[in-house]
């Protein structure tokens, strides 16, 4: 009776700890996520690409922007076409403007259509960008 009682002890000891690694490893991966602050998004078909890496980005798209649809997709396109041209500008012009807040050009063409989302996450990060870095790209620029 002892050994069974011993043994059954062994056997669920090592299950307890087995599934605790287990619970370890899993909350490990959801922190792994929640620490990211990238936002990509690509599509294959037209061959584009968006990837925002900013600190703090992800936290005020979730916590400050506008709802998705708030806004229709012609006004996000034409508030995109005049932040993006602009930001353009100055990264033409690193004497004038911080070249390491307009590190990169930015290839937005009006003639391709790229969606509400891709739309939505370019226009929220030229309000984000103006807000946090004090600049002003074009226009009345919300405070949310």
């Known amino acids: 009776?002892?050994?069974?009682?011993?043994?059954?002890?062994?056997l669920l000891t090592i299950i307890a700890c087995s599934s605790a690694s287990q619970?370890?490893?899993?909350?490990?991966?959801?922190?792994?996520?929640k620490i990211s602050d990238t936002v990509r998004i690509a599509n294959d078909s037209l061959e584009y690409e968006?990837?925002?890496?900013?600190?703090g980005f992800s936290n005020w798209l979730v916590s400050r922007?506008?709802?998705?649809?708030?806004h229709s997709l012609q006004y996000l396109e034409n508030k995109n076409i005049l932040y993006?041209?602009?930001?353009?500008?100055?990264?033409?012009q690193p004497q004038r403007?911080?070249?390491?807040?307009?590190?990169?050009?930015i290839d937005y063409r009006p003639d391709i259509h790229y969606g509400y989302e891709v739309n939505y996450l370019i226009y929220n990060y030229m309000?984000?960008?103006?807000n946090t870095y004090?600049?002003?790209?074009?226009?009345?620029?919300?405070?949310?």
């Open 65 to 70: 922007a506008y709802p998705r649809n708030y």
């Open 84 to 92: 993006v041209t602009e930001w353009n500008n100055r990264v033409l």
């Open 50 to 55: 968006v990837i925002i890496i900013d600190n």
């Open 127 to 130: 309000i984000y960008f103006q």
């Open 1 to 10: 009776m002892k050994k069974c009682i011993s043994i059954l002890i062994v």
């Open 23 to 33: 619970k370890v490893a899993s909350t490990d991966n959801v922190t792994a996520k």
């Open 97 to 105: 403007y911080n070249p390491n807040l307009y590190e990169m050009s």
């Open 134 to 144: 004090k600049q002003k790209l074009w226009g009345y620029v919300p405070s949310r």
